[in-house]
């Protein structure tokens, strides 16, 4: 039982004039500037100097050579998908725990997930039971590995950096190198994690980030490809431009509009430029919430996992299952109290486009979905705010 916060100041959440939000970007740095430039210098559209200096921000960041700046990190998934050889009737490897972006670029392939549970202590797929999966539910007809079940080819692995934390993508790469498989993995929200000390562009074949509205980094919308083969890189590129060869309007394969526009690469190039403090500030926030609700029974923390380093897109608390009020009542109850709270990714075992899915089971997932509470996490949320979201929290919880 809390007995801390007794005294709550009813309108602290309101005191800049309105509701404290989930995750908003701080836009301070020198976004107005580079878009003013985008207008003076005409190049709005997908050519333009900010495209080639985002990706190369991209790649550097991610410790990975090449970088391909996209339309949207969904449009990068199934590029890259496209690129090391999904297609249609095949089944890729995924977590069952994500965002249904992931699930929809590989359905854009015209292939299939193959749902895995995640580990409890990271939330990203469990290395474990996929290698027993790999093991006694799939067999080799030629260079392929197949599903028994299904007949389906397993053509890669997509794993997922569950809210910036990496998977364990030592596990997850030795799988691949046994049985032949390629890696694209999901980083939307990872960019600044580490994994074995290392950043993440180079621990997949190919790594997708995401730069949407709500990310630690955003261009308004966009993401990046990235990876250490040129060839597979040049590949996307090509993709994602239309497969274009030349300038005579030959197209030598089915290609994607997938570009990036110079307007959104410079809002992006000005947020890289802030990468580390804007990360920082990230881990801070979450730091502060698991130090306020540590220990409190019936909440659990966010994940925290050793020898990777999170980015720590999004924060909050988990409920247990016999908790009064439960998610849905607490965010209710914090919206009246000018505080924006939401619960999490519905699993893609439990989504109708994707009840066909094979997989299972999944006794993680299943339990976690509806016990995830996502508290205020932008940036640059004052010391005062957060204070008063924990303060609040604590006394619902009370």
Known sequence: MNTQSERVPADAARDAGGVIPLAVPDLSG???EYLQECIRSTFVSSVGPFVERLEQMVAGLSGAREAVATSCGTTGLH???TAVGVGRDDLVILPTFTFVASANAVAHCGAMP??????AASWTIDPARLEHALATETLRRGNHVVHAASGRRVAAMLPVHTLGTPADMQRIRALAQSYGLPVVADGAAALGATCGGRALGGLAD???????GNKTITAGGGGAVVGDDAELVR??????????VGRDYVHDRVGFNYRMTNLNAAVGCAQLERVESLVAAKRSIRHKYDDAFRGIEGVGLFPDVPDRTSACWFSGIVIADDRVPGVPAICEALRSHG?????????MHLQPAFQDAPGGPFPVSSGLHARVLTLPCSTHLSDADQDYVIAVVRKLLA
Not at 114 to 119: E, G, K, S, V
Not at 206 to 212: D, P, Q
Not at 235 to 244: F, I, S
């Open 206 to 212: 190919l790594t997708v980030y995401s730069f949407n």
């Open 235 to 244: 590949l996307v590129r090509h993709l994602t431009t239309t497969a274009r």
């Open 30 to 32: 020198r976004e107005a």
């Open 114 to 119: 193959w749902l895995f549970d995640i580990d």
């Open 79 to 81: 590029a890259a998908l």
């Open 339 to 347: 505080i924006e709270a939401r619960a999490f990714w519905r699993p």
